[in-house]
């Protein structure tokens, strides 16, 4: 077998497009939803600081080495762990990276395009009105309503799903990346647009102190494994989404640079959602940072519904949320589908119909996790936290550790000088020092100690 495989697929156009994909993968409810509120749980700047350190320090390499096994394999995750697997004369067991990435991904879509569906609802009742005036009571209330019924959720869910089939569904260039183009920049836009609005209107300053003052107390290893989580789910690490698309990479564009650009983008954009969210909650008495789950589906639309213009930009703000989850979606379900191709020839559109409701119907677990199931718990976890826990703080930063003692001890290194010739010298032996024991050190330590945190404290 050559060391470079063909790719059945396609490849993007331009070092751009990865750019926008991956970029578009990385963004969304994970850096919109979730970061605000994780951040607000475990008292912001601290918290935030462990979380840029890992991006950057564990997150980048580890993205790095998920690229380059791509691009070397030109397939799905598991094929392309495969042919690294084979090149290098490695030992099978590894190939279970490719494997435990596909599924976890459908995992993380399951429950994604439920949260996905609730901003699509949010999207609707910001443009009716439903929340002029309204108060916290009043818009708990409205989120229960919405929560509390199955059926309304499933829609939501079922619309949300085929918005990402009609992408994927379309072929590497054509759907995803004609997506990312329109999508990504529009985003970009309005993020902006949101931002200058949350300057003028929301407390800004509030909200900057809020995420940037480093308070060490309130750093357990629990928010440290959370920080983690966080930083692998919203890089959309760990789990071969970067993978698949690093499969579609231009043969010449820089792995190492293109990887920062769009861990640059994640983090500037999980900040400036949080500083956007934080001004605006700020600005409105009687709202807690720390509201959990609920900070963008309450707390925001309240603040919203008090604004003069509030409507109209909380409508925008939810069509951003959209879009931001849609773009990441897709990079959920293309692995699978580019996998079912390779291995059983189904055609793009039946590989997609298969999954899509493997999903769909693996989604009515969190769906009812909301309502009917809310009391069904194993350790206090419902179904949807289990799902959520169990990829974010466990499947992605296994699957990131696996990645980097792979790629470190384990793979040729004619693969790796190959993929990433302008690596040299000090960053060469920095990349891999990385991969070979800082990486695994702090993901196993974080990892043990944030367990230990989490059930026997
Ligand atoms: N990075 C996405 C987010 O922040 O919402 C979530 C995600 C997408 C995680 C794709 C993992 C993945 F493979």
Not at 75 to 89: E, K, L, W
Not at 109 to 134: H, T
Request: glycine share 10%; hydrophobic share 60%.
């Amino acid at each position: 077998m050559g060391l470079q495989a063909k790719s059945m697929h396609g490849v993007w156009v331009s070092r751009w497009t990865f750019i926008l994909a991956a970029t578009g993968s990385a963004v969304g409810l994970g850096n919109m939803w979730k970061f605000p509120y994780v951040a607000g749980s475990f008292g912001g700047g601290a918290f935030v600081f462990v979380y840029l350190l890992c991006v950057f320090l564990i997150g980048v390499p580890v993205m790095m080495a998920e690229v380059l096994i791509g691009r070397s394999g030109r397939q799905s995750p598991i094929n392309a762990m495969r042919h690294a697997v084979t090149v290098s004369g490695a030992a099978q067991h590894w190939r279970c990276v490719g494997w435990l990435g596909v599924t976890a991904g459908l995992i993380i879509l399951s429950f994604y395009a439920v949260i996905a569906g609730w901003a699509l609802d949010y999207v609707v009742q910001m443009a009716r009105g439903n929340l002029i005036g309204a108060d916290g009571e009043v818009a708990a209330g409205l989120f229960a309503e919405l929560t509390n019924n199955p059926l309304r959720l499933i829609v939501w869910q079922t619309a949300f799903l085929a918005l990402c089939m009609v992408v994927v569904v379309r072929g590497v260039r054509k759907g995803v990346g004609t997506a990312v183009e329109i999508l990504m920049p529009l985003l970009f836009v309005m993020l902006l647009g949101m931002l200058v609005f949350a300057v003028f209107k929301g407390d800004f300053s509030a909200a900057w102190q809020f995420l940037f003052r480093f308070d060490a107390s309130s750093l357990t290893w629990r928010a440290i494994l959370e920080a983690m989580g966080l930083a692998f789910f919203t890089l959309s690490i760990g789990m071969g989404a970067i993978m698949a698309y690093g499969a579609y990479m231009p043969a010449n564009a820089s792995i190492g640079q293109t990887v920062l650009v769009v861990a640059l983008f994640d983090s500037l954009v999980a900040i400036i959602s949080g500083l956007i969210i934080f001004s605006i909650v700020f600005a409105t008495p009687g709202i807690e940072p720390s509201a959990g789950p609920g900070l963008m589906f309450i707390s925001l639309p309240v603040a919203f519904g008090n604004m003069p213009g509030g409507l109209l930009v909380g409508a925008v703000f939810f069509i951003l949320v959209v879009i931001a989850a849609w773009s990441s979606a897709i990079s959920l379900l293309e692995p699978a589908v580019a996998w079912l191709m390779e291995a059983q020839n189904y055609s793009r559109l039946k590989a997609n119909v298969v999954l899509v409701a493997a999903v769909w119907v693996l989604g009515l677990g969190t769906v009812l996790s909301f309502n009917v199931g809310r009391d069904a718990t194993i350790a206090g976890f419902t179904f949807f936290d289990a799902l959520d826990f169990l990829t974010a703080n466990i499947i992605l930063p296994l699957g990131g550790l696996a990645i980097s003692l792979f790629t470190g001890f384990a793979m040729r290194k004619a693969i790796i000088e190959e993929q990433i010739p302008e690596l040299k010298g000090a960053w060469m032996t920095a990349w891999r020092a990385v991969l070979c024991y800082v990486a695994p050190f702090a993901i196993t330590c974080i990892f043990v100690m944030g367990i230990y945190d989490k059930f026997f404290l």
